[in-house]
């Protein structure tokens, strides 16, 4: 596949002759006439219109070969198969846009952040990173990059405030570091047939005394895994709840992606948490990072932290299939899709597409799809005003170390994959809405049905809750790694969830320390609090109308609510 996509490209470049002889409008009509029909939020004229301007804006750059990277999933293959092509053709620019692991993608912008040397002309990685660049200062800022050097090659037609992501890849300073071009979130996924069912609303009553619903908390959460689990529908056993939990780097962002969060650990404030955010870590009026161990002050290893592991370790063990607790997180993502799982806390929208096919399991012969998803359920320490779980956004980033010819050609291309031309074909392709003009498109609006809720998510108010890893991180790369290790020894049964939580806010403080001891970050990197015990921090926190770290809850396992899922979608749309 990957060979006949090559051979179909380079027969692409052939035929323009040297890439930009014929480069221009018959090709962008071309473009518009077979990929992107009535699939755009502009009209033909105006699509046109933004298609001349990326024509005349190349014109400088045309011939050029530039890179640009970013991570495996169908909204990327989509832009490397189809959208590079279609802009080379367009603008005469070579595009090579290489589809790889996340992992590899933040190791190699480690590397061109260490070395200098230009590995890629463009990037797309997670806004995860946007305390890191704001630290660093080795990314361009948009805001200034637009207005300045780059405003010859900015789209008139961009419009920033239609991306509904804005806000996770804008600084302390108020600049714009990073661009989303694909945005999904973790939200609860159940069977809505099942939930539906008299027999199982009526058996899981008499049980529970409460009705058989969406988990409003935890403790409704854990009450459904229970009813589930074990019992025969269509002749099947089957469970309450799907994880995973193999010791892979992949559980890190099971937990770095803001499980801590719906546990209810940091403190209020969207996107994220402040002065302590969902990782623990607190930062200081100046932004400038404190501490991770409640002995600064920080949340890593506090009460609400120590229940999210032990609540996830509870479950996984006896609510989920054996197996799961030996799988990663690629291994554990196709099984609700066959049929045997009741309801997933933790469960990623860019699985949608691959969830809604005909013919699965979970697929009614209609086509629409026998689940749902909805938000997801808060643990006992979350309190309203926090963020409720994460958000995935996968965004351009231009590095200083690019030739600024080379920035300009990557910018185009950037703003072409998410143009509001192409954005709404984009969207239906890869289901990550970045931009709130493609949302309310009456084509998503038809396909929504088939979608299981992700649609009314999306239009809901709720969707400011999922929110991306946020600035108190000052070293992504760096503190990102030492969850996997820390929570695997607690996954594993090495270590106590205590244990791993005081271990993992001892690894991340040495991290920490040794920014601050260098001073690379200058006045925006760590300065490290004296330590004293959680009781002194917790009365700090309250005197200063803060939240974290809190004190331990007594009764963990407070009264289940669950919600009816078809009021909820009603009460959205009022």
Not at 125 to 145: A, C, E, F, K, P
Request: aromatic residues 12%; contains cysteine.
């Amino acid at each position: 596949m990957r060979r006949q996509f090559l051979t179909s490209t380079t027969a692409l470049v052939l035929l323009l002759g040297a890439g930009h002889a014929y480069a221009g409008m018959d090709e962008a009509k071309t473009f518009l006439d077979k990929e992107i029909g009535p699939l755009s939020t502009l009209s033909r004229a105006d699509q046109e219109k933004e298609m001349q301007w990326f024509i005349d804006a190349a014109k400088p750059f045309a011939g050029m070969e530039i890179k640009v990277v970013s991570e495996t999933i169908a909204t990327h293959s989509y832009e490397s198969q189809v959208l590079a092509p279609a802009f080379s053709a367009i603008t005469g620019i070579k595009v090579t846009h290489d589809v790889i692991q996340e992992g590899d993608v933040v190791e190699k912008i480690q590397t061109q952040m260490q070395t200098g040397q230009n590995l890629y002309d463009g990037w797309v990685n997670d806004s995860d990173l946007i305390g890191t660049h704001w630290r660093y200062q080795q990314v361009r800022n948009l805001t200034d990059w637009m207005a300045g050097e780059g405003k010859d090659v900015t789209d008139p037609m961009l419009d920033v405030d239609d991306f509904i992501g804005k806000s996770f890849t804008t600084a302390p300073d108020g600049k714009l570091y990073q661009l989303p071009d694909q945005q999904f979130a973790n939200l609860y996924w159940f069977r809505y047939d099942w939930f539906n069912d008299e027999k199982n609303k009526a058996d899981f009553k008499a049980k529970y005394g409460y009705d058989l619903g969406v988990p409003v908390n935890w403790s409704a959460y854990e009450d459904i895994a229970q009813f589930f689990t074990g019992r025969e529908i269509d002749g099947k056993k089957v469970f309450g709840h799907m994880d995973y939990g193999k010791k892979d780097p992949s559980l890190g962002w099971r937990f770095t992606d803001a499980w801590l969060s719906m546990a209810g650990n940091g403190d209020k404030g969207i996107p994220n948490g402040k002065p302590v955010d969902e990782w623990g870590i607190k930062v200081d009026e100046n932004s400038r990072p404190v501490g991770s161990c409640v002995a600064r002050g920080g949340d890593t290893n506090g009460p609400a932290s120590v229940y999210a592991i032990q609540k996830y370790l509870d479950w996984l063990k006896a609510y989920a299939p054996p197996e799961a607790q030996g799988m990663t997180f690629s291994e554990s993502g196709p099984v609700p899709s066959q049929g045997t799982i009741a309801q997933q806390i933790f469960w990623y929208t860019a699985f949608t597409a691959d969830m809604a096919k005909p013919g699965l399991p979970v697929v009614n012969e209609d086509g629409t799809p026998k689940w749902r998803v909805a938000p997801s359920p808060h643990g006992v320490y979350w309190k309203d005003g926090m963020k409720l779980g994460y958000q995935d956004a996968g965004s351009w980033t231009l590095m200083k170390s690019t030739p600024t010819d080379r920035a300009k050609a990557a910018w185009l291309y950037a703003q072409f994959v998410v143009s509001k031309t192409v954005d709404v074909k984009k969207s239906h392709v890869g289901l990550t809405f970045i931009r709130d003009s493609t949302i309310h498109d009456k084509s998503f609006t038809e396909r929504a049905p088939k979608l299981g809720g992700l649609v009314e998510f999306y239009r809901s108010p709720a969707r400011v809750q999922w929110t991306p890893t946020g600035t108190n991180v000052p070293d992504y790369p760096k503190l990102a790694q030492l969850w996997w290790q820390n929570i695997g020894d607690a996954s594993s049964g090495a270590k106590s969830p205590q244990e791993a939580m005081d271990s993992l806010c001892a690894d991340q403080e040495k991290v920490l320390e040794r920014l601050e001891k260098a001073g690379v970050q200058g006045d925006i990197g760590p300065k490290m609090a004296e330590e004293h015990d959680l009781d002194y921090w917790n009365k700090d926190a309250v005197s200063k109308g803060n939240l974290a770290p809190q004190l331990k809850v007594e009764n963990e396992k407070d009264k289940p609510i669950t919600v009816n899922y078809d009021e909820l979608v009603k009460s959205w749309q009022k």
